[in-house]
C-alpha cells in the first residue's frame, strides 16, 4: 500500500545540477528516517545521505559540500540537491524511507524504484 516514488534523475555535464525528489504515499502512520542511497554498476549500494524525523543529517564523504539533503514532511517528500556534479556520481539513485505503519507497528523500510542519474565528462 506505500509507495515511493522518485523522480529527477537525468543526463547532466559535469559541474552540473540534479534535484531529486521522491513521495511518499499510502496509509501512513509515521515517517522516521528518510534517505537516498546509489549505485553503480559493479558496485554495492552506498549511502549517499540520510535525514532524520528531526531533521538531522548524514552524508557521504565523497558528496559533502556538494549535495544536500531535505525533506518536506506535509507532502511525504524528501529531496536531494546535487550540485557540482562528477562523473563519479554516475549510478541509479534509490529513494528510502524508513515507515510505522500503525502505532503498534514496527519500523519497515521501504525502496523507490530507483532513477538514473548520469554525469558526462
Known amino acids: 500500500q506505500v509507495q515511493l516514488v522518485e523522480s529527477g534523475g537525468g543526463l547532466v555535464q559535469a559541474g552540473g545540477s540534479l534535484r531529486l525528489s521522491c513521495s511518499a504515499s499510502?496509509?501512513?502512520?509515521?515517517?522516521?528516517?528518510m534517505g537516498w542511497y546509489r549505485q553503480a554498476p559493479g558496485k554495492q549500494r552506498e549511502l549517499v545521505a540520510g535525514i532524520t524525523s528531526g531533521g538531522s543529517t548524514n552524508y557521504a564523504d565523497s558528496v559533502k559540500g556538494r549535495f544536500t539533503i531535505s525533506r518536506d514532511n506535509a507532502k511525504n517528500t524528501v529531496y536531494l540537491q546535487m550540485n557540482s556534479l562528477k562523473p563519479e556520481d554516475t549510478a541509479v539513485y534509490y529513494c528510502n524511507a524508513d515507515i510505522l505503519l500503525g502505532p503498534y507497528r514496527d519500523n519497515e523500510r521501504y525502496w523507490g524504484q530507483g532513477t538514473q542519474v548520469t554525469v558526462s565528462s
Open positions: 499510502g496509509s501512513i502512520f509515521r515517517i522516521n528516517a
